[in-house]
C-alpha cells in the first residue's frame, strides 16, 4: 500500500516579477540546516513540474516545463531526512517510496550532502514512444535537454522564494540508482540541493 502526503495547494499568485528571478539565479553553495516547510515543497515542485492545464480527451495535461512530444518523462524525487518521495503532479501530492535518508548519495561533493533537501530528476525512457525517439540514444538527449528546464524553473523560484540551490553533475548515478530501488528504463539525469539561506 502505497503512503500519500498531501501537499497544500501552490501559490501560483505570489509576485516576483520574472526579470527580477533571472537577475536574482545564482548557485548557491550554503544554506541552514532547517526542514523546508509542506508550503515551500509545494510551491518549489509545482514550479519545476507541476500541472498548468488539465488533460482532455484529446491531449495530454501541460506542465511548468516543456518536454519533447510533451512526453512528460522526467519525474522528480524529494530525497529529505524522512525518506525519499516520488512527485505525482497529476494529483499534486508526494508518494512515500522508502524511508531511507539517501542525502548522502545525492552528491559525492560533502558540503552537498549537508542539504536538507535533495531532487532527483529521473528520466522514464518508457514514456518516450514518439517516432522521434528511434533509439536510446535519442531518448536520452531528449530528456537530458527537458531536464534542464525543470533545473531551471527549480532555480528561478529559489531566487524568487530567497532559497540556495546547486544543480550536481558530480553524482554515482548507479550507487543512487540502487539506493532509490529504480528500473532499468529509470535513468538518473541529475541532481539539485535546495535549503533556506543563512
Known sequence: MEIVQPLPEPQIDLEFPLMKALEKRRTIRKWRDTPLSHQDISNLLW????????????????????????????????ILKQGVFAY??????????????????????????????????VADLSRMTARIFKNEEAQRFCAWVDTGYISQNVYLYCAAANLG??????????????????????????TQVVGYLN
Open 165 to 190: 540551490t546547486a544543480a550536481l553533475g558530480w553524482v554515482n548515478r548507479d550507487k543512487l540508482h540502487q539506493e532509490m530501488e529504480l528500473l532499468d528504463h529509470e535513468k538518473i539525469v541529475l
Open 88 to 121: 505525482d503532479e497529476g494529483e499534486h501530492k508526494l508518494i512515500a517510496k522508502s524511508s531511507k535518508d539517501l542525502r548522502a548519495f545525492v552528491g559525492t561533493q560533502k558540503m552537498m550532502q549537508s542539504a536538507p533537501l535533495g531532487l532527483v530528476f
Open 47 to 78: 514550479a519545476a513540474c507541476g500541472i498548468t492545464k488539465q488533460a482532455t480527451g484529446k491531449s495530454k495535461s501541460k506542465r511548468t516545463a516543456p518536454s519533447a512530444c510533451n512526453s512528460q518523462e522526467v519525474r522528480v524525487y524529494l
